[in-house]
């Protein structure tokens, strides 16, 4: 099922500063829970504004501005259909763009109006008609419709054959199916492609023919690159050529055995441990002469004359491994030379006398490093000695080389541009494929706008046919009024179609159902005839998809068995009519127990909570009645709120649910008997009158409460629930200090 997104902004309206919420939905069933205060009703009045004659919205908009703001604004969207009003202190301004959506609201300002002000008497005055289907025998035109459809389907498979075996033909010729231009033929594409007279598409396809012999991957030819210690240490190696170092007084045969062993040397010292005595590589024990011997290896080795001889050493070990290099790439730069020989009839051909000469400038290049090592082991032997290099040989080679260079380079690029022209060729056999399936297919495609243009011309006329039924608005109400008067009553109230007069059994209540009604009653009465009314707010059957339900807290009064048929109904009304093939709504509650049951029951998709001016989605696992009972009553004894008529009943939940927790016998009177056996009631065992007589209960005092009674006994009661649970009374101070 495809996604919605709805939006939701409220702005400067009831307590609201700045509500922004957003959501992905996949249907409207929706309800937020708000604590009392938090503004639920000014959104159900919102909503309501948008029904509202236009002689009543300044005076509406007046009461729904945040007190002390001058401006204020409402946004609801789903998708493309956007609902705006902006409000100000002289009126407000309605804007509506996208589908249209038909809101109906049930609150208590729907009660006021339509029931309080005229004692509960019914309109009977519910003038109009609703646009229904007409049963007449329409079956020729519908088979016209059928056979229509049936040959521009036909029409369509045959353009589409022809699409798929060009396509294959495309692909034979080394089209991907992943080219931009090949997945751009289709029939959407094809249909309202402007062609050209002129077919190209034999002239493209041989042209690509001449192509389609060169692979795409052809392998670029890397450039002669070096990464050679010589060139890095290059500066290096020119100043201690040049450079004339003196010598210490050593003995020339002592000199020559240093120069020539003196890896060897170095590596007997780095090994030697004085303290012990002993030759690092005889094991044996070191005499007098043979420590004057170390001693002058190892003043040697210290002396600048060894230092400099070590970096000569690496240095020629480093270009023994610089000529290996170069002989390594003299081979791959052979291969690959031989590798674009081959394409040199569609490329600009390699320069054939900078290629034959490339085992010369490599040779000439190692041969120039090898002058180096030469120099390199003269300077060793005699570092007093001062050596030049060649740089002009030097700047030679390197010209050869890059003049190599100039001329891979300039084969590549002619390769890169040929198989950009081999792509281009793709694109226009692809953009001839698609003129030449237009001209081809073209009277098929005229044949099928003549199609589609009767086929509308028909359906058209079916449907003013089906819709000239005409349903009475009065009667649909009075129909469905009496159905859930019903479901509520079981026969106890009905209702005469005629008068709109509710009837008690047999007898009607003409002038006094206000004092017949119990509160309860009145409200099952109002959301009865609100659903019913729907048929009232529509002008034809298809105006039924675009009602919203906003319900705002239906359950006053009501016992338990009347709340679970509501939610039922809620549920299940769009099933159980002919026509509402619908089901959205968002219902607003402050009322937890009517709220997880609607979670509980399916009723709902989406459950979210408003809280201090934010809008968020509700905690599955957080919808139970204890924790915002237990919430009521804290923020009653910390002085935070004051006692209400909901307090009785918190404080009636809390003791039940504790009572089953504890195990205490029902037998007997569970609460009594645990206000009576805990210290922390002692002082307040008026409690149980408080609780029982403010929560319907069947047990009544003629104590009078008052306010300051009443928090003492909230006081009593989070005392009590502190000792034996803290970890509750801690989550409900962080609550209040988050």
């Known amino acids: 099922m495809p996604s919605s997104k709805l939006h939701l902004k409220i702005q400067n309206i009831g307590p609201h500063v700045n509500v922004d919420y957003s959501l992905e939905i996949k249907n409207l069933k929706m309800a937020i829970y708000a604590r009392n205060g938090e503004g639920k009703t000014f959104i159900s009045r919102a909503f309501r504004s948008m029904e509202i004659d236009d002689s009543l919205k300044t005076e509406y908009a007046k009461n729904l501005l945040r007190n002390g703001s001058t401006e204020g604004y409402f946004l609801f969207q789903i998708d493309d259909s956007k609902y705006e009003l902006n409000l100000n202190k002289t009126g407000m301004k309605f804007q509506q763009s996208g589908d249209k959506k038909i809101f109906h609201t049930f609150n208590s300002d729907y009660i006021r109006d339509n029931f309080v002000k005229v004692n509960y008497n019914l309109n009977e005055n519910i003038p109009g008609y609703i646009l229904g289907k007409e049963n007449i025998d ?285 792509k281009g060729l793709k694109e226009s056999l692809c953009n001839s494929a698609m003129n030449k399936l237009r001209i081809e297919n073209n009277s098929r495609f005229i044949q099928i706008k003549k199609i589609t243009d009767e086929y509308g011309k028909i ?100 016992d338990i068995d009347y709340i679970y048929q509501l939610v039922s109904i809620i549920k299940n009304y769009a099933d159980d009519n002919d026509f509402m093939k619908f089901k959205r709504y968002i219902i607003l509650t402050h009322n937890l127990d009517f709220y997880n049951m609607l979670f509980r029951t399916n009723t709902i998709t989406y459950s979210l909570c408003l809280k201090q001016g934010k809008i968020t989605k509700y905690p599955e696992n957080l919808i139970m009645p204890y924790e915002f009972h237990l919430t009521d009553v804290y923020s009653v004894a910390k002085r935070i709120k004051e006692p209400s008529y909901t307090t009785g009943n918190s404080i009636r939940h809390i003791l039940e649910t504790i009572c089953q927790f504890e195990g205490y016998d029902k037998k007997t009177s569970s609460i009594d008997s645990i206000i009576k056996n805990n210290e922390e009631f002692k002082n307040d065992i008026h409690i149980l009158t408080y609780m029982q007589d403010l929560s319907h209960g069947a047990m009544r005092y003629e104590t009078i409460q008052n306010d300051e009674m009443i928090v003492k006994v909230c006081e009593a009661l989070i005392n009590f629930i502190k000792k034996k649970y803290p970890k509750q009374i801690e989550n409900c101070a962080n609550n209040f200090d988050n």
């Not at 006094?512 to 009232?536: Q, R």
């Open 459 to 558: 359906k058209k006329e079916i449907d003013e046919k089906e819709y000239k039924n005409q349903k009475s608005k009065k009667k649909l109400v009075a129909t469905d009024l009496k159905k859930y008067l019903d479901l509520f009553f079981y026969g106890k109230y009905n209702l005469d179609e005629e008068t709109f007069c509710l009837s008690l059994y047999d007898k009607q209540l003409e002038s006094n159902p206000d004092s017949v009604l119990s509160d309860g009653e009145k409200t099952i009465i109002s959301f009865c005839y609100y659903l019913a009314n729907i048929h009232t707010i529509i002008q034809s059957e298809q105006d039924y998809e675009n009602i919203i339900l906003i319900i705002d807290d239906p359950i006053s009064s009501m």
């Open 138 to 422: 329409l079956s020729d035109e519908k088979l016209k419709l059928t056979q229509l459809k049936n040959d521009g389907i036909k029409l369509r498979q045959e353009i589409e054959e022809d699409l798929i075996n060009t396509k294959k033909q495309l692909s034979s010729l080394g089209i991907s199916k992943n080219q931009k231009s090949y997945k751009a033929i289709t029939y959407d594409a094809l249909k309202d492609y402007v062609y050209s007279s002129e077919d190209n598409f034999e002239k493209e396809k041989e042209r690509l023919t001449q192509f389609n012999n060169l692979p795409e991957d052809i392998e670029t030819i890397p450039l002669l690159r070096f990464s050679l210690m010589i060139f890095d240490q290059f500066t290096k190696i020119q100043e201690l050529l040049k450079t004339e170092y003196s010598l210490q007084k050593y003995e020339e045969s002592f000199r020559k055995e240093m120069i020539h062993k003196n890896e060897f040397i170095q590596k007997g010292l780095d090994l030697y441990q004085e303290n012990k005595r002993i030759c690092p590589f005889c094991k044996r024990e070191i005499t007098t002469d043979a420590e004057k011997v170390i001693s002058e290896y190892i003043s040697f080795v210290n002396d600048q004359e060894s230092k400099i001889i070590h970096q000569i050493n690496e240095f020629l070990k480093n270009s023994d491994i610089d000529i290996e290099t170069i002989k390594s790439i003299e081979s791959q730069m052979q291969l690959n030379c031989l590798k674009a020989e081959r394409y040199s009839q569609f490329f600009e051909s390699l320069d054939q006398n900078a290629v034959d000469d490339l085992n010369n400038i490599l040779n000439e290049l190692c041969d120039w490093i090898e002058h180096l090592k030469q120099l390199l082991m003269k300077k060793r032997d005699n570092i007093r000695n001062s050596y030049l290099i060649d740089e002009i040989k030097q700047q030679k080679i390197f010209e050869k080389l890059k003049k190599v260079n100039d001329s891979i380079s300039k084969f590549n690029k002619s390769k890169d541009d040929i198989t950009k022209t081999k």
